[in-house]
Nanobody, 121 residues
Framework: QVQLVESGGGLVQAGGSLTLSCAAS????????MGWYRQGPGKQRDLVASISSDGSTNYPDSVKGRFTISRDNANKSVYLRMNSLKPEDTAVYYCNADISPYSDYRFYPYWGQGTQVTVSS
């Protein structure tokens, strides 16, 4: 069984900062890409940031320059530092990871339970 547990969400004023954390645990042989997605009220779930196993990162234009994703492979964790937050960043943020539970290197997507980020104006 694989689990992704997020932490770090909360309420912050516009212009403020938050750091989200996500730790993977359970039956894990290897982790490939990791990332963060968000889903606002009535909206689809969109990619916020991703990071490959070798550290390559990807961001949509909406967060580029404000958000930074990083990972700690030894601790099977991924982080999202969010600066200069805007009210439109308000959403539930989900951690995602492509994980191979076994040595066959067959990877499957796993999701965290989500953490609420609310940015007040």
């Amino acid at each position: 069984q694989v689990q992704l547990v997020e932490s770090g969400g909360g309420l912050v004023q516009a212009g403020g900062s938050l750091t989200l954390s996500c730790a993977a645990s359970g039956m894990i042989w290897s982790i490939n890409d990791m990332g963060w997605y968000r889903q606002g009220p009535g909206k689809q779930r969109d990619l916020v940031a991703s990071i490959s196993s070798d550290g390559s990162t990807n961001y949509p234009d909406s967060v580029k320059g404000r958000f930074t994703i990083s990972r700690d492979n030894a601790n099977k964790s991924v982080y999202l530092r969010m600066n200069s937050l805007k009210p439109e960043d308000t959403a539930v943020y989900y951690c995602n990871a492509d994980i191979s539970p076994y040595s066959d290197y067959r990877f499957y997507p796993y999701w965290g339970q989500g953490t609420q980020v609310t940015v007040s104006s």
